[in-house]
């Protein structure tokens, strides 16, 4: 079956940098697209970033512009979310998932990571 792992969060300081990693198995991984969602407490979950197929194309939340990069190792079966200029607000759980199109809708993406936490903090 599909399994996506997540790995990287932790907790950083304002302004600090993680690079989270997502490990695909059970599917054919250069085949699909891949997104990265959040979800803070008490919050939905929200659109991150997405990459498609061969990683030539990208989408990101306004929040997330210019300051997190998503990319793909298609020989790895992983795909990754470098995260810069952190901020408190970027807190929450952060999920990798993969469906048969890059949308921004989680209700859109068929499989789901276990989330990893990130923890930014002043």
């Known amino acids: 079956q599909v399994q996506l792992v997540e790995s990287g969060g932790g907790l950083v300081q304002a302004g600090g940098s993680l690079r989270l990693s997502c490990a695909a198995s059970?599917?054919?991984?250069?085949?699909?697209?891949m997104g990265w969602f959040r979800q803070a407490p008490g919050k939905e979950r929200e659109f991150v970033a997405s990459?498609?197929?061969?990683?030539?194309?990208?989408n990101y939340a306004d929040s997330a512009k210019g300051r997190f990069t998503i990319s793909r190792d298609n020989a790895k079966n992983t795909v990754y979310l470098q995260m810069n200029s952190l901020e408190p607000e970027d807190t929450a759980v952060y999920y990798c998932?993969?469906?048969?199109?890059?949308?921004?809708?989680?209700?859109?993406?068929?499989?789901w990571g276990q989330g990893t936490q990130v923890t930014v903090s002043l």
């Open positions: 990459i498609n197929w061969s990683g030539a194309k990208a």
């Open positions: 998932a993969t469906g048969f199109t890059a949308t921004m809708t989680p209700q859109e993406y068929v499989h």
């Open positions: 059970g599917l054919t991984f250069s085949s699909f697209p």
